[in-house]
């Protein structure tokens, strides 16, 4: 198996890197390039863009920032946000990012993960999933579609999807762990990467999260400071975590 | 020097071309066999399917000019499915040709999770690279390794590489400043 993954997540609206607790109350914290450039300099191993206004107001505006991040950043990133179509993600790819992440749209026509996958590589299309309690949510975790977790991740491995992105809805922003039952029952169901996202607050949580999922997505841990990604690593080596060495 | 990235409706064309400015190198990206053939480096970028992909090069008569770089003996770096489409053939889409300039197949991922997707140490130089691929050349031209699967495969004036170098920070930096180095020694 590659290397466990440390992987910031920025969440983007207009442009600009924003922040709240469980996707609501957004604040601007920072340019996307900028940060994006600064978590790879302290040893990132993917960034993740979300357009998190995209899907909420049926707007797509990654592509501009896809094209800036591609320009400083050497590492690979994904990004994610209203996506609807082959046009959309190509578009993104073609600026330099090297995943694309759908979510509702997947929901709304499942056909769209096969077309992606045909058209880009599997490698290049990530399914997000957002979940609570079971069962799957659309549009930033506001709406309940009423989908098993685990049954969509199967059908999205089966309809080609390369990795899974999954966030805990209940944990996101709260720092108390990872849902690892969850995690787990991934792992299980699905020969993917599985990226864990949703609730890290300490090392350990991390570190736990790695023994299961293939990658750590980081959001609010890191306080979108890439210091605090330095001193993490350096933790997560200690707990034994095999990093890569970024130097 | 002069390089040209061979476009061919497959491939992230963009970012090797990013990583070559980062480099100092002057590169363009190509859509036809003459700028490719004359080219001091030619390099066959690649994400996507096997087939899509030998399908776009044949349609843009680029497979020609490669064969005729290669027994010019002129330098070639093919990354990820630009590696595997060097090979005989590839298992991937129910089997496709592949141009062979390098003795081997590509074969699919049997061992851990598929796509293989990360940052994984080559051997015999330590360096981590990241990788995100389902196939992996079984080649006796394969000269370092990843987890015992060919990561760099060396052939006449073939380079192929199973990572991808412009993806791969400072890690890939190094090995793209190397490689065009020895290209620059040879032109």
Not at chain 1, 23 to 28: A, E, G, T
Not at chain 2, 43 to 72: H, I, W, Y
Not at chain 2, 81 to 88: E, H, I, K, N, V
Not at chain 2, 101 to 117: D, Y
């Amino acid at each position: 198996m590659p290397l466990p993954r440390l992987i910031p997540c920025l969440d983007v609206a207009d442009g600009r890197v924003v922040k709240g607790v469980n996707f609501r109350n957004l604040q601007d914290v920072g340019d996307p390039v900028e940060l994006g450039a600064a978590y790879s300099d302290a040893g990132a191993d993917e960034l993740v863009f979300l357009d998190v206004a995209a899907t909420i107001t049926n707007r797509v505006s990654a592509v501009d920032v896809a094209a800036r991040v591609a320009e400083r950043v050497s590492i690979p990133f994904t990004v994610g946000g209203g996506i609807r179509s082959v046009e959309d993600a190509t578009a993104l790819l073609e600026a330099g990012a090297d995943k694309i992440s759908v979510n509702s749209a997947a929901l709304a026509r499942p056909q769209l993960v096969e077309e992606l996958a045909d058209t880009l590589g599997s490698q290049a299309v990530v399914v997000a999933i957002d979940t609570e309690n079971g069962r799957v949510h659309s549009h930033a975790g506001t709406r309940d579609v009423d989908r098993d977790t685990v049954l969509w991740a199967r059908e999205c491995e089966a309809r080609g999807a390369g990795e899974l992105l999954v966030t805990s809805i209940d944990r996101d922003g709260t720092r108390s762990g990872y849902d690892l039952e969850l995690l787990a029952q991934l792992r299980d169901a699905v020969s993917l990467p599985v990226i864990a996202s949703g609730g890290a607050g300490t090392a350990a949580h991390i570190a736990a999260a790695l023994e299961v999922a293939q990658a750590a997505l980081l959001a609010s841990i890191l306080h979108e400071d890439p210091d605090r990604l330095v001193s993490l690593r350096e933790e997560l080596r200690g707990l034994g975590v095999p990093l890569r060495d970024a130097a | 020097m002069k390089v040209a990235i061979a476009a061919y409706g497959a491939g992230n064309v963009r970012s090797v071309e990013l990583a070559l400015a980062r480099l100092g190198a002057e590169s363009r990206i190509v859509h036809e066999a003459e700028p490719l053939l004359d080219a001091d480096l030619a390099v066959l970028p690649g994400v996507g399917s096997a087939a899509t992909a030998m399908t776009g090069l044949r349609e843009r008569g680029l497979d020609a000019a490669l064969l005729q770089r290669a027994s010019l003996g002129r330098p070639i770096l093919g990354i990820c499915l630009g590696l595997q489409l060097a090979l005989d053939e590839s298992e991937e889409d129910g089997g496709v040709a592949g141009l062979g300039l390098v003795p081997g197949r590509a074969v699919r991922l049997r061992e851990g999770r598929v796509p293989r997707i990360g940052w994984s140490v080559v051997e015999p130089s330590g360096e981590a690279y990241w990788f995100a691929h389902s196939y992996a050349a079984e080649t006796p031209a394969a000269t370092a390794t990843s987890e015992r699967l060919a990561a760099i495969v060396e052939h006449g004036s073939f380079v192929g590489v199973q990572f991808h170098p412009e993806k791969s920070g400072a890690a890939g930096h190094r090995f793209l400043a190397t490689y065009l180095e020895q290209c620059l020694s040879r032109v």
